[in-house]
Structures are given as C-alpha cells and as structure tokens.
C-alpha cells in the first residue's frame, strides 16, 4: 500500500489542524494505521493508532484530549485531527500502515507515507 499525507503546516499554539493520510490499493480495511511524529534531533514517536475497523483507537499521553484518529475505509484515507496545538507538537508527521504487531511500536509498521511538516509557533 502506498501512503499520501497531507495537511500540515504553520498555525499558532491553541489552533487546529488536521491532516490527512490517503491510501493507494484495495486492501486498506486490512491494515491498522498509525501516526508518528519526529521533531529535528528526537526519535520518531508514536501519537496516534486505530485498528483495521476503527472500534478501537490508541494515543499517546502527550496528546490525550487533544488529538483524534479516525478512518473512513470506504475512501481509504485515515485522519488526524490535531486541536489545541503546542508549541512542542512542531514535528514531521508520518502516517504508516501495519497488518499486525504493536501499534504504538513503530517497528511494526511496514509501509510509510513520506511525512507531512506541522509547525506551531507560540
């Protein structure tokens, strides 16, 4: 499967985003997705998963009630609508697909999108 994300830019901290991962195929009910995010000089980080239906979604404590991940597998894309955003949220955002393993373990995903820049200035 191949990944497009999009959706990123330049807003101020307390603004929202929301970026979007479209995906090439027709098998894209079959993998979960996640999102990741790595800022200059950081390792990449999980932020957000959902599992192949979207009965179930996983986030990191850094974006607790901030953040949602959501799919439409009808359109093969999957979203991340970012709200209240930090200063310290300032990161390449990657979308990546997965057919198992850990989804908030990066190496378990197989298939990446090349990123999308989120810059938040305070």
């Known amino acids: 499967v191949q990944l497009q994300a999009s959706g990123g830019g330049l807003v101020q901290a307390g603004g929202s985003l929301r970026l979007s991962c479209a995906a090439s195929?027709?098998?894209?009910?079959?993998?979960?997705m996640g999102w990741f995010r790595q800022a200059p000089g950081k390792e990449r980080e999980f932020v957000e998963a959902?599992?192949?239906?979207?009965?179930?979604?996983y986030y990191a404590d850094s974006v607790k009630g901030r953040f949602a991940i959501s799919r439409d597998n009808a359109k093969n894309a999957v979203y991340l609508q970012m709200n209240s955003l930090k200063p310290e949220d300032t990161a390449v955002y990657y979308c990546?697909?997965?057919?198992?393993?850990?989804?908030?373990?990066?190496?378990?995903?197989?298939?990446w999108g090349q990123g999308t820049q989120v810059t938040v200035s305070s």
């Open positions: 990546a697909a997965t057919h198992n393993g850990k989804l908030i373990d990066y190496t378990s995903y197989t298939y």
């Open positions: 195929g027709h098998t894209f009910s079959s993998y979960a």
């Open positions: 959902i599992t192949r239906s979207g009965d179930r979604t």
